[in-house]
């Protein structure tokens, strides 16, 4: 026995009530009420194809507009019912929902798919029913509409990227704003390897597994806050904890809150500073200096994290002098303790964790330790972790490095002025911002005193890694370049004259070994370990958690050599008296502000203005080079 119309009339009143409401409060902010008709959509675009691409389960979220503007004026930005009773509409429609309460809508519909967004050629009445009954998915079939690429749309470059990711996982449901985005995560999925049981595709299984109850958990926590997309911030997710094989809120709840955090804090640029200037050093108060005779406090267990050993590496061998400062300047007010060899791979991750959890301060000092750390902030909030690197810094960590691009500069200064060949060698590590502007300002410094003098660069694309740089330099001594400049400090074990900026006295004696040292940039990291302990001890640097609440400005530290944390060490003997004046002349402007290094007019090695005459850029921009000068001739 069949249902009374009755019924059905009642459930269409309450969809049309929603549906007016939505209307309504659409209007009320300046948009048109109804949902978007592809037809006008297109106006302004070109579509190159339009390809049949199968029968699939799309989300219903991802339904928002129809084919024609006639049939847009039928529904709500909600695809809900605006139509009055007694009408054909309405008869279509209650027979639609008679026919899903007894037996669900099984026929798919057919959708134009553009952009990743879906709009109904046949079966509008179908999604109406189903988005009023809060239904997930339906079966459709999809045209894809192809745009005409675009190099400077940058949606249309990330749609490009989606239709690969689709292409190989038939995922429709994710999307991803940040550039390639859809290809790093499509990279990880592939080396993801779940136990699939019942399901025939791990794609499937991410998606309902992973994916989707991530997706509930962030939106419970707050993210529809942030400016990005849930896709957004599980990106983010699986870089630092790779993909699991499941997501709850009892073993993700607390990190997902803390990602939420860092996804909102990286959205509000403004929020972010480069912190340039040392400043005075904290001191503590009367009260706080009585209570520490009083009380007598456990010591600050601070620990030191390092990817190799002081015999193995000049980097570790300088941070290492830097904890043997602070501990005999704050004798039993601290606790150190040095790591070494840890591996610069995942391999990492569970010992920075433990380490986060059993002391009070952490220093990571490998980049390579970036995200390993973020990840054991996120679990270990009260724990302040800084990592040495030239990347922006996150709520949970700081990161910290010195202007290094100053010492550069100046070896540049020498290097222009002993070269006999004119052709200048400079190994890096990776073709970071931060590195760009050090070995532009190389160049630079070799042109102001030799504008003939060329620069050939190369890239180890290796943290601290001594036999890559050496085969780069002898690749470099073959070229015909004698001089050469490495970012590398020299280990305990090794010649120092391979290290920093050295020379040949011939180009015979290059192959040879026979070198000739003439300065390279020295680190003091105890300044700056002192002044950071100094802050916390007189609580002007607060924990991560502390920041939750405020909206305080989150810094990289990025001190020069004002702060005497990077300096230039010479080898007196083979510089010549009036090249040292120069130099230490320019240095010590630099130090009073008095000289910029990069003021304009710059241009690049394509011939592009990128510094106008007399202007100069900021720390910010430094840190953002994605160009080169004009006189580095081979990168």
């Known amino acids: 026995m069949a249902l009374t119309v009755v019924d059905y009339t009642d459930e269409y009143l309450k969809a049309r009530k929603k549906g007016r409401q939505k209307y309504f409060a659409s209007i009320a902010q300046g948009r048109s009420g109804f949902i978007p008709s592809l037809d006008g959509i297109l106006q302004n675009a070109t579509i190159v194809s339009e390809i049949d691409i199968g029968i699939f389960e799309i989300p219903l979220s991802k339904i928002v507009g129809t084919l024609s503007h006639s049939r847009a004026l039928m529904f709500s930005e909600d695809f809900l019912p605006l139509a009055k009773t007694g009408t054909e509409f309405f008869r279509k429609w209650t027979a639609l929902y008679s026919a899903h309460i007894s037996e669900g809508i099984r026929d798919p519909i057919k959708v134009f798919e553009y952009l990743n967004w879906f709009y109904v050629m046949e079966g509008n009445k179908r999604v109406s029913v189903l988005k009023y009954v809060g239904a997930v998915s339906i079966h459709a079939r999809v045209i894809r509409l192809l745009p005409k690429k675009n190099p400077l749309d940058q949606s249309i470059i990330t749609y490009y990227d989606f239709i690969r990711f689709n292409r190989e996982t038939t995922i429709f449901t994710i999307w991803i704003k940040k550039s390639e985005g859809f290809l790093q995560l499509l990279e990880m999925l592939k080396k993801h390897n779940p136990p699939l049981k019942t399901y025939t595709s ?63 804090a990286s959205q509000e640029n403004e929020s972010f500073s480069v912190d340039a200037e040392p400043g005075e050093e904290a001191r503590e108060s009367i009260v706080s200096s009585i209570a520490t005779m009083i009380t007598q406090p456990k010591p600050l267990k601070v620990a030191f994290v390092h990817a190799k050993t002081p015999e193995t590496s000049g980097w570790t061998w300088a941070h290492e002098e830097g904890r043997k400062y602070i501990k005999a300047k704050f004798e039993d007010r601290i606790e150190t303790e040095a790591f070494f060899n840890v591996p610069e791979t995942r391999d990492c991750i569970s010992l920075i964790s433990k380490i986060g959890k059993e002391f009070d301060v952490v220093f990571t000092t490998s980049p390579q330790f970036l995200q390993a750390s973020l990840r054991a902030a996120l679990v270990s909030p009260e724990t302040r972790f800084f990592n040495c690197n030239r990347k922006r810094s996150y709520k949970h960590v700081r990161t910290y490095f010195g202007r290094s691009y100053e010492v550069r500069y100046l070896l540049g200064i020498i290097a222009g002025s002993i070269t006999r060949e004119n052709k200048i060698g400079v190994i890096a590590s990776f073709s970071t911002p931060e590195n760009r502007a050090s070995v532009n300002a190389f160049a ?75 300065a390279q940039c020295v680190w003091n990291w105890g300044i700056f370990y ?104 081979n990168s």
Not at 548 to 562: H, Q, V
Request: glycine letters at 6%; charged letters at 25%.
């Open 444 to 518: 630079l410094g070799a042109a102001s005193v030799n504008p003939s003098a060329e620069i050939e660069v190369r890239w180890a694309e290796e943290w601290d890694d001594v036999e890559k740089s050496k085969n780069l330099a002898e690749e470099l001594c073959s070229q015909g370049v004698d001089i050469i400049s490495q970012n590398a400090m020299a280990p305990l074990n090794s010649p120092a004259e391979l290290f920093g900026l050295y020379g040949f006295s011939s180009m015979k004696s290059c192959r040879a070994g026979e070198v000739i040292h003439y």
């Open 202 to 264: 791990k794609y499937r299984f991410f998606l309902n597994n992973v994916f989707l109850p991530f997706r509930e958990i962030y939106k419970e926590l707050g993210g529809d806050d942030c400016a990005c997309t849930t896709g957004d911030a599980f990106l983010e997710f699986a870089k630092i904890y790779g993909i699991p094989n499941s997501v709850d809120a009892e073993n993700y709840g607390k990190i997902i809150k803390g990602l939420i955090l860092e996804m909102k």
């Open 530 to 633: 002192k002044r950071i302990l100094k802050n916390i001890f007189s609580s002007t640097l607060k924990t991560a958690r502390s920041y939750f609440s405020g909206n305080e400005t989150i810094s990289n530290f990025w001190w020069g050599m004002d702060s005497r944390i990077v300096d230039i060490s010479y080898t007196l003997e083979n510089i010549p008296p009036q090249l040292l004046n120069l130099t230490e002349g320019i240095k010590k402007m630099i130090i009073q502000r008095d000289y910029s290094i990069f003021t304009g007019p710059i241009y690049d090695s394509k011939g592009n203005l990128r510094v106008e005459p007399e202007e100069s850029i900021t720390y910010e921009e430094m840190l953002d080079q994605d160009w080169l000068v004009m006189n580095i001739v």
